[in-house]
């Protein structure tokens, strides 16, 4: 079950260039985001859920090594589906480790405003410099206690929430702090409503999470300019979940069968997917890519030509921008990216880290806010940092995969999210 362990002489991998077209057929992992926000509503079910097709990484170990500290029991394999029995523990104080996993975390701190308990949050280094301060304020205002390094780890909640059933929410830096107080909402005693003080961070997540509730037979009430939530006290029911393919993963493939003139055929991702990432096939179709889709598959076919993109809007899918960021520089014509501002609060600064590693293989970039502006040119070979961030060394490896001699440092650090990820690459080569 657990995501295999990083190996300390493992430092460095080359990256061998891509010398010819290629067409290969992939399942996907899971989707790690609707798979922790399943096993988090199963934990909270009234009775057993079955789910299958959790992806094997770091993330999803992190949920479940939580979930059992909550009194989870499961039995079964994430390759063969996993029965998950809720014993849902509301008394005994708990530590929890959320290690990297920033979404674990965040959906973990609404749900332990629901316990009597004390529940103390611990993590990674890099997730202690990640900021929850709007979410923690807004469970405050549930009547629990809050204790917190300035809104970062660690983080502790205790006392049991009073019959406070309204909260106010700032969304703008992060989707997950609503998602967070949906999935908890249904549990508390009188409910819960949720008025938002301005626009929700890339709002396409957390309509997703929605659905992901509604599939429980939870419904959840908001007005018609989406500021106010209401959600009534329910159960959320058991059953059988499969997990669809994972859309920020799918970009990788898509990525590079655009670039080489290849064809990627994802058999577990299609049209009918919310996951916002899944967009990423209208940007390889600007490039020049042809796209088909069908409910639950994805074809793409790269061009023998890239085409120019001047300026692409990414707020609504910021996972992807590191993606795009690292095809740019093999584009015709300059790109601005922009809708970045969520990017400087990840694993990593990925507007700062990715200017710095273009810059350090000899590409222009121009940074701002919310933007980073690429030029197009010929990557020199460099050893690549990945900034203890999964979703750069995958990116990286994109770019690299034109470019001899490049190699990618800590390339075990995809298995936060994409075990396989360096086995599923090799299929790009013929």
Not at 89 to 100: F, G, M, S, T, Y
Request: aromatic share 4%.
């Amino acid at each position: 079950m657990l995501a295999p362990l990083r190996i300390l002489v493992d430092v460095s991998k080359l990256i061998l260039p891509i010398e010819a077209p290629f067409e290969y057929e992939l399942e996907l992992p899971g989707s790690k985001s609707i798979a922790l926000r399943q096993l988090l509503i199963s934990a909270l079910a009234s009775e057993d859920s079955t789910i299958f097709g959790i992806p094997p990484c770091e993330d999803v170990d992190a949920m479940l090594d939580c979930l059992k500290r909550l009194g989870m029991q499961f039995v079964g394999t994430l390759v063969d589906g996993l029965h998950i029995t809720p014993d849902f523990n509301l008394d005994d104080d708990v530590e929890l480790d959320a290690r990297q996993s920033g979404v674990s975390l965040r959906l973990l701190l609404a749900t332990a405003a629901l316990r009597r308990g004390e529940t103390r949050f611990t993590g990674h280094v890099s997730l202690a410099n990640r900021p929850n301060a709007a979410l923690l304020d807004a469970i405050k205002l549930l009547g629990c206690m809050v204790e917190s390094n300035d809104g970062r780890l660690p983080i502790t909640i205790h006392s049991a929430p009073t019959n406070n059933s309204s909260t106010r929410l700032d969304p703008t830096l992060s989707s997950q702090y609503l998602s967070a107080l949906l999935i908890a909402g249904a549990k508390f005693r009188n409910g819960l409503e949720i008025n938002l003080l301005d626009q929700v961070a890339s709002a396409q997540y957390a309509a997703g999470t929605i659905g992901e509730i509604e599939k429980r037979g939870v419904v959840i009430h908001k007005s018609k300019d989406d500021a106010d939530y209401k959600i009534d006290p329910q159960t959320y029911q058991g059953g059988d979940i499969q997990i669809e393919g994972d859309a920020s993963s799918a970009t990788y493939h898509m990525a590079l069968a655009t670039l080489h003139g290849g064809t990627v055929h994802l058999t577990n991702l299609g049209s009918t997917s919310w996951q916002p990432d899944n967009a990423f096939t209208k940007i390889c179709e600007r490039l020049g890519a042809i796209i088909e889709q069908q409910d639950s598959r994805t074809t793409i076919q790269g061009p023998t030509q890239l085409k120019s993109i001047r300026s692409v809007d990414m707020s609504e899918m910021p996972d992807a921008a590191p993606t795009l960021m690292a095809m740019s520089p093999y584009l015709p014509d300059a790109i601005e990216i922009t809708g970045l501002s969520t990017l400087r609060h990840k694993e990593c600064d990925r507007i700062a880290c990715p200017a710095r590693e273009l810059g350090r293989a000899g590409i222009r970039t121009e940074e701002g806010s919310d933007y980073l502006r690429i030029s197009p040119g010929t990557p020199k070979p460099t050893e690549f940092d990945t900034h203890d961030d999964h979703r750069m060394a995958m990116s990286l490896a994109v770019l690299a995969s034109k470019t001899a001699g490049c190699r990618i440092n800590d390339p075990l650090c995809v298995n936060k999210t994409y075990t396989d990820f360096w086995r599923d690459m090799s299929l790009a080569y013929v």
